[in-house]
């Protein structure tokens, strides 16, 4: 296991339910976790398929248990999974903490999903918390624009004075928002990347500016990336080594990796980098750079 940490933000590159383990425990504002889903999806050399549903989700309830541990009274934790795993998910939880929405991702595919039988089209989200009477929730960062009132300008008649319903809602618990296509800026090289768009909406309504955020299961970093665009601070856990250099270079924790430098893999529609190039480009930056500060020195 292997920490770095660099203004607020930590990545522990190891294997979860250690990791977890060093986190202090009633610490942590907010846990985001999306674990590998047992569908055989590939991880770069780490297989996303356990011996048995049975061991799976004994391997689920252990982080699971040890989350719960971590959060604060006042905490709240969003979990996800497929879609078959979720109801054992769900008893699980209710028992140790308050469910207070089922949240469906809806996005739509291009793609076939399937031929004989109805294909998946959403992904669920728990959303939970430690005390139903305290919690965070910052319903009026994350407001939506409401149909009826924003856009039908319908009036609600019933009200002692007519008045034009409201133009702005708390969402409800279908979301939808589409999944990060490989044209896209936010696209990292990840086959389960979320989008921005879903940990913002997230970590605005659940968390405030200086919480903790953690990620058990990191992938591509959004979770630590989308924190510290709204100056909460985080840990993200990642047990692979290519993916730990992607949260590495998206936190901007570091440049290089064992001596090589830390870039976005490069797009097939795009021109390769001429490395020379971008030599010069950096020593003439820094040259110019030199120059005013030497200009600043005389003048002062």
């Not at 674990?35 to 699971?64: A, T």
């Amino acid at each position: 296991m292997k920490v770095f940490d660099k203004n607020g933000h930590k990545i522990i590159w190891g294997e979860a339910l250690e990791a977890l383990a060093t986190i202090k425990d009633n610490s942590v504002d907010l846990i985001f976790a999306d674990p590998p889903y047992n569908i055989g999806k590939k991880f770069v050399d780490v297989p996303d398929r356990w011996e048995s549903d049975g061991s799976y989700l004994n391997w689920c309830y252990k982080w699971l248990q040890l989350c719960i541990k971590k959060l604060k009274h006042t905490g709240s934790m969003y979990v996800m999974t497929a879609t078959q795993n979720m109801p054992h998910f769900d008893l699980f939880l209710r028992d140790k903490l308050t469910i207070l929405s089922r949240i469906v991702w809806y996005y739509d595919s291009s793609s076939v999903q399937a031929r004989k039988y109805f294909g998946s089209l959403y992904e669920p989200i728990l959303h939970c918390v430690k005390d139903e009477n305290d919690y965070t929730f910052n319903a009026n960062d994350i407001l939506v624009e409401a149909r009826t009132g924003a856009v039908r300008k319908l009036i609600d008649y019933r009200k002692p004075v007519p008045t034009v319903y409201n133009s702005k809602k708390v969402p409800g618990n279908v979301w939808h928002i589409p999944r990060v296509r490989y044209r896209m800026d936010e696209y990292e090289n990840h086959p389960t990347q979320k989008p921005i768009a879903l940990l913002e909406r997230i970590i605005r309504a659940s968390s405030n500016e200086d919480d903790l955020v953690v990620d058990p299961f990191s992938g591509s970093f959004t979770t630590s990336y989308v924190a510290k665009q709204l100056k909460r601070k985080s840990i993200g856990i990642e047990i692979n080594e290519d993916y730990v250099k992607i949260g590495l270079r998206r936190l901007q924790i570091a440049t290089e990796f064992n001596g090589e430098p830390l870039r976005r893999e490069r797009k097939t529609y795009e021109p390769p980098v001429d490395e020379n190039q971008a030599t010069l480009s950096l020593f003439e930056k820094k040259a110019k750079w030199n120059t005013r500060s030497r200009k600043r020195s005389k003048v002062s």
